[in-house]
């Protein structure tokens, strides 16, 4: 296989899998704020309402720097004026370029989009097909308040139900199960906040697996595109991200006639571009990938869609304005104007590759490989019977969205267990994605 080109050099990206062994010295990270109460009397991820001063240059000095950062020059769009959110980031989710990014690196409670770093994690380590049931102790310690799937104990779940639970419904509680089966919350924060660091997503710092709100638990529009550009590379997280529905076990009962039964209900995601909503339509060519919302974060969104041929990434936290579905709004903007601006729009910045990736793209003689697979049977990427991936919407213009594209394409670097790793590999979404029709 040919040397990766210059120009690929960006969009090296790494599954997080077998990534710890590596070390390379990283920029450093600012020191999170310290927490403050909130109005309600909980803790607060950011004690005043405008950015520091000084922020992380981690991918570039401009995006350290508060306020919006856009090289705007002849030919590119101007950017939409109706953007609310404290911080935001729209990039090449191919070549890494950061195209705009308004307090990219601004440390904000980040809610249940922190869940892409929990999957992103744990998803190498078990079968879809492994089955756990459920004791009470697994569902400890679950916030007040916290959204959820529906779990119940005694109860017997496949691995697969469990992380249909985790992206469609943002469950908590299958948060916890499943962290109950990787040895404990605290293991799992534990591993969080060292795949963080291996990623070189340094303004975060997880205290929750969850995202539930907690003292000191933050993260930036900045690390959760990378966190998510590094899920989108596993197969099973393309699938999860990008099922709309799903049949969800419920719990056994006896029917009339004495018999045994355990019917499912459905579920769907709760990512409203995804999905649709009364006043959000499906945006074209989206393919998830988390959103969120509690008190201290506000709304917060990661999307990923594909239009042309191009693959963007956009996170959105905190809108200042009250609307209804104001994150997927202007998530959905800024998507416009990003299609609009590739390719005309100089970069302010880079998502930069993982540590040992950025080392292992250093060595000479790598030998390519194929896919590392996002599950613990490696990566096979089935849906499961009653699971409706319906992920991409086809583009604006007629293309087929996402089904042709989303992967990560283009200069893409994997290091995978044995220190091989691949170089220009397309990652598609899953076979199982039905292209939506247009109306």
């Known amino acids: 296989m040919p040397a990766p080109k210059k120009t690929a050099r960006r969009s090296l990206l790494v599954t997080s899998a077998a990534l710890s062994s590596l070390a390379l010295a990283a920029p450093a990270a600012v020191a999170a704020p310290s927490p403050s109460p909130s109005p309600s009397g909980s803790p607060s991820a950011s004690p005043s309402a405008t950015p520091p001063a000084s922020m992380s240059t981690v991918g570039g ?13 002849s030919g590119v769009p101007v950017l939409p004026k109706d953007v609310s959110a404290r911080s935001w980031i729209v990039a090449d ?18 809610a249940s989009t922190l869940k892409m770093l929990f999957a992103d994690t744990l998803l190498p380590k078990f079968p879809r097909t492994a089955k756990h049931k459920v004791a009470p102790s697994d ?43 990787n040895k404990g919350v605290e293991n799992t924060v534990r591993e969080m906040n060292e795949h963080a660091e291996e990623l070189q997503a340094l303004d975060t710092h997880v205290v929750s697996p969850d995202g539930y709100d907690a003292e000191g638990q933050v993260s930036s529009a900045y690390d959760l595109t990378l966190i998510a550009r590094s899920g989108m590379q596993k197969k099973d997280f393309r699938e999860y991200a990008s099922t709309v529905t799903a049949k969800f076990p419920g719990e056994t009962k006896k029917d009339k006639k004495g018999k045994t039964v355990r019917k499912s209900f459905e579920i769907q995601n709760t990512n409203r571009l995804l999905a649709g909503d009364s006043d959000v339509p499906v945006y074209q060519g989206i393919a998830g990938v988390k959103n969120g919302n509690t008190t201290n974060a506000g709304a917060t969104f990661t999307g990923v869609a594909e239009r042309n041929g191009k693959v963007l990434l956009v996170t959105v936290m905190n809108p200042e304005k009250d609307e209804h579905n104001e994150v997927y709004k202007e998530t959905a903007r800024l998507f416009d104007w990003g299609f609009k601006a590739a390719g005309k729009v100089q970069p302010v910045g880079e998502l ?51 089904g042709v594209a989303l992967g990560i394409t283009g200069g893409v670097l994997v290091l995978l267990a044995g220190g091989a790793f691949l170089v220009n590999r397309r990652w598609p979404l899953p076979d199982l994605v039905r292209r939506r029709t247009r109306p």
Not at 61 to 73: I, S
Not at 148 to 156: A, C, S
């Open 352 to 402: 930069v590759p993982p540590k040992s990736a950025a080392q292992a793209s250093a060595q000479p003689g790598a030998n390519p490989s194929g896919e590392a697979g996002g599950s613990g049977d490696g990566g096979s990427g089935t849906a499961g019977t009653g699971a409706k991936p319906v992920a991409s919407a086809p583009a604006a213009d007629g293309s087929s969205g996402i």
């Open 93 to 110: 989710a191919e070549t890494g370029d950061v195209l705009a990014a308004h307090n990219a690196h601004w440390r904000l409670a980040p």
């Open 139 to 181: 569902l400890a310690g679950i916030g007040s308040g916290s959204s959820m799937v529906g779990i119940k104990e005694d109860e017997t779940y496949t691995v697969h139900d469990l992380w249909l639970g985790v992206f469609l419904r943002s469950g908590n509680d299958a948060v916890h199960v499943l962290s109950a089966m």
């Open 61 to 73: 000095a401009r995006l350290g720097q508060p306020g919006t950062q856009v090289n705007l020059a």
